[in-house]
């Protein structure tokens, strides 16, 4: 098998919702070590992409592989290897940090003390020792964020679905996150990596790929989309390809439009 | 994380569940996390929570201190008692009776059959229709299988709690009164029956998920609610006609239409078993009792799969809300606020009632009741009296139970799911808080109350002629006065501005004295009648306190809460 092939590969891959199409046949292939920037507007099918490939949504059309195995014939072990931070804080609030964490170890298969001792470690060095303690409904929202980190690594996933990973965090804690992922890259782990915040997209991604209307529009690093493009930030790439132009137009009209009180 | 009892049962039945192919030890670890955050949570699930074992949370920096009285599964076992109280008053009579066992369990039948499924759809909805689970639970290496059974094994530990509380007593006093046979027989067909509940209301909504999505399936969802509610307590009523009419102890012959009432399924193994009654009819209704449930959990289990499939869809986003004539409601808004704040928060408040899930989801059923119970008293008492007589009385009085609504409408306006958005409330540049609870109320009366009391206005005015219109006037300007006190009574929250999840007591703590005072007022509004031109005096009386309390009524928290 072909090692870029390995973790994931999706072809021809289409969904429609009541024959409103938010896919419309994407062919994705990514390997081990990549951190994938995957980048689009709203409403682009990101998180459809993303869910199906959790097998949260079903109903798709075409072929969706992940770690060689095509997902609608194999049950639900293939999500073992998976770690996921939704973009919505869904977690249980009502449980302690040490209680979900263990709980969510569990569920991956890991043996409970095995997992509450990773997790309590891992919340230690992200400064969460005092609150493991305490139910996660008290936390600030960066404090939810960095359990929703952990708990997406506590099985040690060779692919991860990030979304809007830094959301919430202080300018302390997104350093060691990006710092993680880089060294979670390096030992041959895929990360997806979705965000609308293109200067962090643009610096820590290895490939970029951009979805715009279903379709796959833009895919390679962010060199090879630069010297396409002609443009010299990922945020006016991001412009061009998805056709938007009139940021300065709509700016000017939005605050006329404020001051007439 | 405690063990609970319904594990340990749970281990019991083990090997079955190993043998439909579920993990069990998953299966366990998911539902004692379960079981732990209903505790914790002021669940809705046995409804009451006091204000004691409120966690309180204290965060200054990233210090966090949390002073968390432990949780005490007390209150629970508080609210089992009022079950098993239910259960020796209400059901065990009809066990003495006689011995028309047809009859008397149908009619056991039809109060543990009511009482569990209004339990289910109005508490345990929620578990059944949860999201979150989805993105926590679903993402996880842990087969479609056992996350089903997780989620039914959880409703259905709470069901048969509740009817064990519900039917100990019953129990024990059919052992006693009819035989060892009777006894075993009662149980099997409560676990049939249990079984019926649980997975009846998940099939149906499983029929509105398939043929419905987004928005639309909410409110959908919502109406069934509304519709079973009323559906079960007019059933209910019917149950007792059927009683009325028939001599307990004359012979029960089956009718067509009894084979569409499930109580009379569940009676009829009674009749067939002990009674040595093996007729056609009789043998089918037993037949009933077993095979619905089972085929209904054959059904369930076959499709459980797709449950969770189309529950994706209540995630996907809906339709634009329609943007309705506002004509209507903007003048009506103007004609009963006094100032432009409070028609705004008029307007605001409208919205969010309509809107909203949770509310509609507490309130709505209520507004069911609040409908046909007046005619169901009605009903009552034409039993043993004349048509004529019924359109001379003053039973349009009845016509109050129509307000019953209130109660509940006023006591949920200060919660909300969206509840952190009230800090609107404080960074409004607002002279006066008042206009918000004014607003507020108003909003509830005419949104709620209005469009149920013109319904029934009319309809009394048919039965009981024009002469009541002055009473009817009378009881509006009740009403006005009365949510205005109620809402005094509940404390005054900002409306919309605490989560669900603080919801406590809303049971007969508060709601006994509110319909007390309801009673007074409808008192008071008999007595007037029995006088000329009394009706008149109490309306003017009515109209000035009216005036007086929603001009001084509202000092409460004219002030900015501190959140």
Known sequence: MNPLESVLSISDLWMDYGGNYVLRGIDLKAGPGQIIGYIGPNGAGKSTTVKIMLGLVQGYRGTVKLFGTNIAEEGTNYKRRIGYVPETADLYDVLTAREYLMFMGELYGMEAGAAENKAMRLAGLFGLDKAFDSRISSYSKGMKQKILLISSLLHNPDLLFLDEPLSGLDANSVMIVKEIMARLAAQGKTIFYSSHIMDVVEKISSRIVLINGGQIVADGSFEDLRTKSQEGTLEQIFNQLTGFSDHEEIADSFVSIVKEG | ?563
């Open chain 2, 1 to 563: 994380m405690k063990e609970f009892l319904t594990l340990k049962l749970l281990d019991r039945a083990k090997p079955l569940f190993v043998k439909a192919g579920v993990d069990y030890d998953m299966l366990r670890r998911i539902l004692q996390v379960k079981l732990t955050m209903d505790q914790r949570r002021a669940s809705t699930v046995f409804g009451k929570s006091s204000g004691s074992n409120k966690p309180e949370y204290i965060r200054k920096g990233a210090v966090l201190k949390q002073t968390y009285t432990k949780p005490s599964s007390s209150l629970s076992i508080k609210s089992l008692w009022m079950y098993a109280l239910i259960g020796a008053i209400g059901i065990t009579p009809f066990l003495l009776l006689g011995d028309n066992y047809m009859l008397q369990a149908g009619i056991v039948f039809s109060i543990i059959l009511f009482l569990l499924t209004t339990t289910m759809v109005s508490d345990f909805s929620s578990v059944l229709l949860d999201l979150k689970d989805r993105h926590i639970l679903h993402t996880k290496p842990v087969d479609a299988r056992t996350l089903a059974a997780a989620k039914t094994v959880h409703i259905l530990s709470y069901i048969v709690t509740l009817a064990a509380s519900l039917t100990i007593v019953p129990l024990i006093v059919s052992l006693f009164r009819h035989g060892l046979p009777f006894f075993l027989l009662f149980l099997f067909e409560l676990i049939a029956v249990n079984i019926f509940v649980v997975v009846a209301t998940a099939l149906v909504y499983l029929l509105v998920l398939k043929f419905f999505d987004g928005e639309k399936l909410k409110d959908v969802i919502n109406y069934v609610q509304i519709g079973l509610s009323v559906a079960l307590t007019i059933g209910y009523q019917i149950m007792f006609r059927v009683v009325d009419i028939i001599n307990i102890n004359v012979s029960f012959t089956v009718a067509w239409w009894h084979f569409l009432l499930p109580p009379f399924w569940f009676a009829a193994p009674f009749e067939w078993l002990l009674h040595g009654n093996s007729s056609f009819s009789v043998l089918i209704l037993s037949a009933l009792s077993i095979m619905v449930p089972l085929l209904c959990a054959v059904v369930y289990l076959r499709f459980g799969n797709s449950f969770e499939r189309y529950l994706q869809k209540m995630a996907d986003s809906g339709k634009f809300e329609e943007r309705k004539n506002r004509g209507l409601h903007l003048s009506l808004a103007r004609l009963i606020c006094r100032t432009r704040d409070e028609a705004v928060f008029y307007g605001f408040a409208a919205r969010m009632m309509s809107r909203e899930r949770e509310f509609k989801l507490k309130v709505y059923p209520v507004l069911g009741l609040a409908v046909i119970f007046p005619y169901i008293f009605i009903l009552n008492s034409l039993s043993d009296s004349s048509w004529a007589d019924l359109s001379r009385s003053s039973l349009y009085l009845f016509i109050y139970f129509t307000a019953m609504l209130m109660p509940s409408a006023v006591g949920l306006l200060r919660y909300s799911g969206n509840y952190k958005g009230s800090y609107i409330y404080g960074t409004l540049p607002l002279k006066d808080m008042s206009a918000i609870h004014k607003g507020a109320l108003k909003a509830a009366i005419t949104k709620l109350f209005l469009p149920l009391f013109l319904l029934n206005g009319i309809i009394f005015i048919l039965i009981f002629g024009p002469r009541i219109l002055p009473d009817l006037i009378a009881v509006m300007l009740v009403i006005t006065l009365y949510t205005a006190i109620i809402y005094r009574m509940n404390g005054g929250g900002l409306p919309f501005s605490e989560s669900f999840g603080n919801l406590r007591q809303t049971g007969m703590g508060k709601t006994l004295p509110a319909i007390f005072i309801l009673a007074v007022f409808a008192g008071m509004h008999y007595a007037a009648s029995l006088f000329p031109f009394g009706v008149y005096v109490y309306a003017a009386v009515l109209l000035l306190l009216n005036f007086f309390y929603w001009h001084n009524g509202f000092f409460l928290s004219r002030t900015i809460p501190e959140s």
